[in-house]
């Protein structure tokens, strides 16, 4: 089956750069996107098709692809960003999520 | 806008079924597929499936296969997810999830119900 690999932690200072990345096998072929979760909340869609920013979320939110490797890039990181981050794809009509990354803002 | 409401947290026994309900609102119920979701404790998000409201035609993520149920009821803009033979492994938060585009290829979901937890507990 296919599976998504994502460190489980990245630190960023405020105001500094954020990278996360999702490895899997073709990934840039299955449109991946990116979800923001914070406790108890509901997951919040900030990238979808490989690079496209939906509606409402801010533009320091962006993505982009490299053969096997989606990431997701936050610019200028601010506290309200710190929360978990999974990347998700398509593949065989079923649609596979990533582990997850804890984003820490120190 | 948008909005998916979902049914309170419930308690089961080993064993049992567990019905969760999503009311839609705001939008075409039948223009776009309704996905199901679920989230153990600690845990990444994990597909179980979808469900067209327009012809009822489903598809479920293999794991879930022969326990799980989704249906719809067109009447009153309601999608139901129906999982049996609960294991204490089920205990989760299950969220319905709705995609920005109508097409069957369609996996980015922008509008999610507020979820529901599913204790599973002798």
């Known amino acids: 089956s296919y599976e998504l690999t994502q460190p489980p932690s990245v630190s960023v200072s405020p105001g500094q750069t954020a990278s996360i990345t999702c490895s899997g096998d073709?990934?840039?072929?299955?449109?991946p996107s990116w979800y923001q979760q914070k406790p108890g909340q509901s997951p919040v869609l900030v990238i979808y098709?490989?690079?496209k920013r939906p509606s409402g979320i801010p533009e320091r939110f962006s993505g982009s692809d490299s053969g096997n490797t989606a990431t997701l890039t936050i610019s200028g990181t601010q506290a309200m960003d710190e929360a978990d981050y999974y990347c998700?794809?398509?593949?065989?009509?079923?649609?596979?999520f990533g582990g997850g990354t804890k984003l820490t803002v120190l | 806008q948008v909005q998916l409401m979902q049914s309170g947290a419930d308690v089961k026994k080993p064993g049992a079924s567990v019905t969760v309900s999503c009311k839609a609102s705001?939008?075409?119920?039948?223009?776009?597929?309704m996905h199901w979701v679920r989230q153990a404790p600690g845990q990444g998000p994990e597909w179980m499936g979808w469900?067209?409201?327009?012809?009822?035609?489903?598809k479920y993520a293999q794991k879930f296969q022969g326990r799980v149920t989704m249906t719809r009821d067109t009447s009153t803009d309601t999608a139901y997810m129906d999982l049996s033979s609960l294991t204490s492994g089920d205990t989760a938060v299950y969220f319905c999830?709705?995609?920005?585009?109508?097409?069957?290829?369609?996996?980015?979901?922008?509008?999610w119900g507020q979820g529901t937890l599913v204790t599973v507990s002798s």
């Open positions: 998700q794809a398509w593949d065989s009509n079923t649609v596979i």
């Open positions: 073709k990934l840039g072929d299955k449109f």
């Open positions: 999830a709705r995609p920005l585009c109508s097409s069957i290829r369609c996996h980015w979901f922008d509008s």
């Open positions: 705001g939008y075409s119920f039948t223009g776009f597929y």
């Open positions: 469900i067209n409201p327009k012809s009822g035609d489903t």
């Open positions: 098709h490989n690079v």
